[in-house]
T-cell receptor
Framework: KAGVTQTPRYLIKTRGQQVTLSCSPISGHRSVSWYQQTPGQGLQFLFEYFSETQRNKGNFPGRFSGRQFSNSRSEMNVSTLELGDSALYLC?????????????FGPGTRLTVL | KNEVEQSPQNLTAQEGEFITINCSYSVGISALHWLQQHPGGGIVSLFMLSSGKKKHGRLIATINIQEKHSSLHITASHPRDSAVYICAGSNSNYQLIWGAGTKLIIKP
């Protein structure tokens, strides 16, 4: 079985631009969670999607949004990029809701905002 | 408020030593996840447990529900065990509450 894939792996943007990151979960997994990790910080939860519905949301501004498609693939969008958005963005998939299931993480997308 | 606290924040040990990383959690957390993040960024789920003890190779995870405490042990530690170890608690709102992580360095 293929693992969780994320595209692109690296991205450089400038302030004010917007960006869309993609995550393809393991086949059969219905939950996708997104996390932000900045240098020196732990994982910060962004949101979780399950069956195309946002089930949980972290404490991030509205510039961060996401969606999930019928094939469980998920996208995350960040609008009006700020320097502080530079981070490693990780997605994780699980069979059902993440809290009671093992999560499988993708390799991450490293976003640099200049 | 659901909270998960890890200790120590940083840990350096010699190869072969027995390692213990601790995780304390508040009321409302019903299961604990342990994960490992290597320097390259990749994260691997190690254990999920809600009671007792689990073992995988040289890794052992225990949880004490009454004391709201979980530990991750590494026996016969090796430099390749160097990583950040993260615990996360599941609460009744279907959320994962993340600890800050423990950075482990094993010196040869």
């Amino acid at each position: 079985k293929a693992g969780v894939t994320q595209t692109p792996r690296y991205l450089i943007k400038t302030r004010g631009q917007q960006v869309t990151l993609s995550c393809s979960p393991i086949s059969g997994h219905r939950s996708v969670s997104w996390y932000q990790q900045t240098p020196g910080q732990g994982l910060q939860f962004l949101f979780e999607y399950f069956s195309e519905t946002q089930r949980n949301k972290g404490n991030f501004p509205g510039r961060f949004s996401g969606r999930q498609f019928s094939n469980s693939r998920s996208e995350m969008n960040v609008s009006t990029l700020e320097l502080g958005d530079s981070a490693l963005y990780l997605c994780a998939s699980s069979l059902v809701l993440a809290n009671y299931n093992e999560q499988f993480f993708g390799p991450g997308t490293r976003l640099t905002v200049l | 408020k659901n909270e998960v606290e890890q200790s120590p924040q940083n840990l350096t040990a010699q190869e072969g030593e027995f390692i213990t990383i601790n995780c304390s959690y508040s009321v409302g957390i019903s299961a604990l996840h342990w994960l490992q993040q290597h320097p390259g960024g990749g994260i691997v789920s190690l254990f999920m447990l809600s009671s007792g003890k689990k073992k995988h190779g040289r890794l052992i995870a225990t949880i004490n529900i009454q004391e709201k405490h979980s530990s991750l042990h590494i026996t016969a530690s090796h430099p390749r065990d160097s990583a950040v170890y993260i615990c996360a608690g599941s609460n009744s709102n279907y959320q994962l509450i993340w600890g800050a992580g423990t950075k482990l360095i094993i010196k040869p």
